[in-house]
């Protein structure tokens, strides 16, 4: 079974080909959300092309981290690009909370 995934528009695709893939993922636009709500705080989401459930429920395909700030590291995972696009308003909304607290 493949782990290594493609999208077709917001859609994860298996992808069985490895040099498909790694083609696919050197010029991919993986990018789900990106924000930078206080200097130096970023916040991205991306599409991450391996299957992250690690034998687990899944897929786990799509990933949002927290670059700075308060909640640095912070990061969490999803299976599809709407549970992608939903975690990246959660995660920007606590950012822009814990740092207004932080100013």
């Not at 999208?7 to 069985?16: F, H, I, Q, S, T």
């Not at 083609?23 to 991205?44: E, H, L, T």
């Amino acid at each position: 079974m493949s782990d290594k995934y493609i999208l077709d528009g917001r859609n994860p695709v298996k992808a069985d080909d490895l040099l498909a893939w790694g083609k696919w993922m050197q010029s991919a636009n993986r990018k789900v959300a990106y924000d930078v709500p206080f200097p130096g705080i970023r916040v991205s989401t991306v599409f991450l092309g391996l299957d992250h459930a690690f034998g687990g429920i899944g897929p786990i395909l799509f990933e949002t981290m927290v670059f700075g700030g308060p909640l640095d590291q912070e990061q969490e995972r999803y299976s599809t690009w709407e549970e992608a696009e939903a975690g990246h308003a959660a995660i920007l909304e606590r950012v822009k909370v814990a740092g207004d607290v932080a100013l």
